[in-house]
């Protein structure tokens, strides 16, 4: 069988899918990282959220390893070594609930919770001296983003509710979340496979889409590597008042 004949053919997929693989590199990068989440809603327009979820994944292993070796060594160890077992707890999760909670109402959970910390955070600022969040807070922050990032690749706002508050450089921010997240989809493969989401009309279409991937990220990682602090925080916000407003949207339209 000719690959190509496995493809999705439907034009209204591409024109979606295109500014999707292309927000979810700028993403990766760490600039506009909420703006990651919009990826499988947008997606979703036009293919069932399962089948945008598993034509993402090999996108992401691309974009994963861009940006883990442009962020070499930046990363917070100390972070990684709280958020990455319950990370992958949050994997175990959606597997085991893959199918029973729909995809819908998983959006809208993450919607809201994702305004809930946005009005929090905008309104009712913390004191400059204010402490961090507590660490049991980031290690339940990072399973939620495990799962939310299983069953619709929108792990980006619960991870990103513990680390912004932390003040890290944009750097430090963009390089423990590339090297969490590339861990994190690593881990998918086998559930993926196991769920039967990877077969080859997937998988050839994601092909197609494979050249888009390293363009947001290189992008991305040179407005990271330039940008005044406060401006990247400033599209962090943003990012996750649209995937926020989206998730919600989507949720209710269901």
Excluded: E
Excluded at 1 to 25: C, I, R
Excluded at 46 to 52: H, R, T
Excluded at 73 to 84: N, P, T, W
């Amino acid at each position: 069988m000719d690959w190509t004949q496995a493809l999705v053919a439907d034009p209204a997929f591409y024109a979606v899918a295109v500014p999707a693989v292309l927000l979810t590199g700028l993403a990766k990068s760490g600039v506009a990282a909420g703006f990651g989440a919009l990826a499988v809603p947008l997606m979703a327009l036009a293919v069932p959220v399962p089948q945008a979820a598993a034509i993402m994944l090999p996108l992401l292993a691309v974009m994963d390893v861009i940006g883990v070796a442009s962020y070499l060594k930046s990363g917070d160890r100390d972070l990684l070594r709280l958020m990455l077992p319950a990370g992958l707890a949050g994997t175990l999760v959606g597997t085991l609930l893959f199918g029973l909670l729909a995809p819908a109402m998983v959006a809208g959970l993450v919607g809201v919770l994702t305004l809930l910390f946005l009005v929090q955070r905008l309104f009712f600022p913390p004191r400059a001296d204010a402490p961090p969040p507590p660490r049991w807070l980031g290690a339940l922050l990072a399973m939620a983003s495990g799962f939310t990032s299983f069953v619709a690749h929108a792990g980006g706002p619960p991870l990103h509710a513990y680390l912004l508050p932390l003040k890290l450089s944009p750097v430090r921010f963009a390089a423990t979340s590339a090297v969490f997240f590339a861990v994190i989809n690593a881990s998918k493969w086998v559930p993926y496979a196991w769920l039967g989401l990877i077969d080859l009309r997937n998988m050839a279409t994601a092909v197609v889409l494979m050249p888009l991937a390293p363009v947001g990220v290189w992008i991305g990682v040179r407005i990271v590597r330039r940008i005044d602090p406060r401006w990247f925080y400033r599209l962090l916000y943003a990012g996750m008042l649209f995937a926020g407003l989206k998730l919600l949207w989507d949720s209710w339209a269901a």
